[in-house]
Nanobody
Framework: QVQLVESGGGLVQAGGSLRLSCAAS????????MGWFRQAPGKEREFVAA????????YYADSVKGRFTISRDNAKNTVYLQMNSVKPENTAVYYC??????????????WGQGTQVTVSS
């Protein structure tokens, strides 16, 4: 029912910025909590950020607080992850996720295919 498609990944130098986008379809976007996860080579998938259905509340992993910003545009059915001051350890495949609900969560039901982010030093 719900389809999520990420874009915006690529190669960026340490200290630089990158903006990821996730386009959603197949559901009422404003009824979904959205999130971002990442998976580095040889590591488990980890939570990065989440945003409430209205966009009023956000939650971040401690490792990205102050550097990454999650946002959404419900008119465009799109969620974003603005990554600033990136570090080589941020290199990973980044996944968009969604769950029906209103408040922030780290548990999600729908997943995109992922977009590769590579940070060089």
């Amino acid at each position: 029912q719900v389809q999520l498609v990420e874009s915006g990944g690529g190669l960026v130098q340490a200290g630089g910025s990158l903006r990821l986008s996730c386009a959603a379809s197949g559901g009422t976007f404003s009824n979904y909590v959205m999130g971002w996860f990442r998976q580095a080579p040889g590591k488990e998938r980890e939570f990065v950020a989440a945003i409430s259905s209205s966009g009023d509340n956000r939650y971040y992993a401690d490792s990205v607080k102050g550097r990454f910003t999650i946002s959404r545009d419900n008119a465009k059915n799109t969620v974003y992850l603005q990554m600033n001051s990136v570090k080589p350890e941020n290199t990973a495949v980044y996944y968009c996720s969604g769950r029906r609900g209103m408040v922030v969560t780290t548990r999600f039901d729908y997943w995109g295919q992922g977009t590769q982010v590579t940070v060089s030093s």
